[in-house]
Nanobody, 114 residues
Framework: QVRLLESGGGSVQPGGSLRLSCAAS????????MGWYRQGPGRQRELVAT??????LNYAEAVKGRFTISRDNAGTVYLQMNSLKPEDTAVYLC?????????WGRGTQVTVSS
C-alpha cells in the first residue's frame, strides 16, 4: 500500500509560478514511476509529467518548457510550474505506480486567473 499527500496548489495570475509536492509513504520501495496528472473542468484526466526510478522523464506537449518534474530519494515528487496559463487550471493529482498498481492522491487545485 502506498499513500500519497499532495501540497502546493493555489491561485496565481497568468505568468506566475507554483510548486507542487507529493509525498509518498508506506511501501515506497516498490515504486517504479511517479507522476502528475490533471483534470480540468469538464475535461478528462490527462498526463502532465512522469519520472521513473531510472530518471526517465515524460511531459505532455502542452507543458514542455514550462513545467519541470523531479523527485528525491525520500519518496517525494515535485512539479515546478512556471509561466502558468489559464488553461492550466485544474485539479492536479499525484499518481504513483508500484508493483503494477497505480495509486492516486486526492488532488490539489491550481487556478490560474487574472
Amino acid at each position: 500500500q502506498v499513500r500519497l499527500l499532495e501540497s502546493g496548489g493555489g491561485s496565481v495570475q497568468p505568468g506566475g509560478s507554483l510548486r507542487l509536492s507529493c509525498a509518498a509513504s508506506g511501501s515506497i520501495s516498490g515504486i517504479n514511476a511517479m507522476g502528475w496528472y490533471r483534470q480540468g473542468p469538464g475535461r478528462q484526466r490527462e498526463l502532465v509529467a512522469t519520472i521513473t526510478t531510472g530518471g526517465q522523464l515524460n511531459y505532455a506537449e502542452a507543458v514542455k518548457g514550462r513545467f519541470t518534474i523531479s523527485r528525491d530519494n525520500a519518496g517525494t515528487v515535485y512539479l515546478q510550474m512556471n509561466s502558468l496559463k489559464p488553461e492550466d487550471t485544474a485539479v492536479y493529482l499525484c499518481g504513483v505506480d508500484a508493483r503494477q498498481i497505480r495509486y492516486w492522491g486526492r488532488g490539489t487545485q491550481v487556478t490560474v486567473s487574472s
